[in-house]
């Protein structure tokens, strides 16, 4: 590992370190916005949840509609409902424990209801404003997950990014210096001694 060759070795590692981790949260991300089904209200829209469990539901304060960027905050008076087109039967909305936020390609939102179905299949989402105004029109976003599991989900991601960086360098470091020892033993045999 005597050739100055290695350095940039080392060099290429780290930064793969840092490459591999950008790329791994951003498919964790860009997983996360596929699993979120958008809809624009107020009215009714059918959705289909496709796995049982817990969702939350999120507001979103910087979104797109109709191609159009918005900005907005939760309406006063806001009412949300959810009931499975099947059965008619309500869903239990609930006030969101957690404070979830996200920022994802240009929009953020912020969990404001949880709730937990029993069986998939397509659900009305209904949201209506006071006096049962049409405007502003606003986007709500439904997404599988409580706010415990994808807190731990998050920080799952950062640790396997941390340590796909902190690995790189780790591995370059070593090569840095097994590199540089060697090349300073080669130096100094090939040095002739002091007073030969």
Do not use: C, N
Not at 45 to 50: A, F, G, K, P, Y
Not at 97 to 102: A, C, D, L
Not at 123 to 144: C, Q
């Amino acid at each position: 590992m005597r050739s100055p060759l290695w350095f940039v070795v080392a060099a290429a590692i780290a930064i793969l370190g840092f490459v591999g981790a950008g790329l791994y949260v951003w498919l964790r991300l860009d997983r996360f916005d596929l699993h979120v089904t958008r809809v624009v209200l107020p009215g009714s829209q059918i959705v289909h949840l496709d796995r049982a469990g817990p969702y939350m539901l999120y507001f979103e304060k910087r979104t797109f509609i109709d191609g159009q960027f918005t900005q907005s905050k939760v309406p006063e008076g806001l009412r949300v409902t959810l009931s499975s087109v099947a059965t008619g039967t309500p869903v239990d909305l609930a006030d969101s424990k957690s404070s979830v936020t996200y920022s994802l390609q240009g929009r953020d939102g912020e969990a404001i209801l949880g709730f937990t179905i029993s069986k998939p299949g397509q659900y009305r989402l209904a949201a209506s404003l006071p006096s049962g105004r049409t405007e502003p029109k606003f986007v709500l976003a439904v997404g599988y997950g409580s706010g415990p599991t994808l807190i731990a989900g998050m920080f799952r991601t950062i640790g396997v990014a941390m340590a796909l960086v902190f690995g790189g360098l780790g591995i370059a470091s070593v090569i840095v210096a097994v590199t540089a020892v060697q090349r300073d033993k080669a130096r100094r045999a090939a040095s002739p001694p002091l007073g030969g």
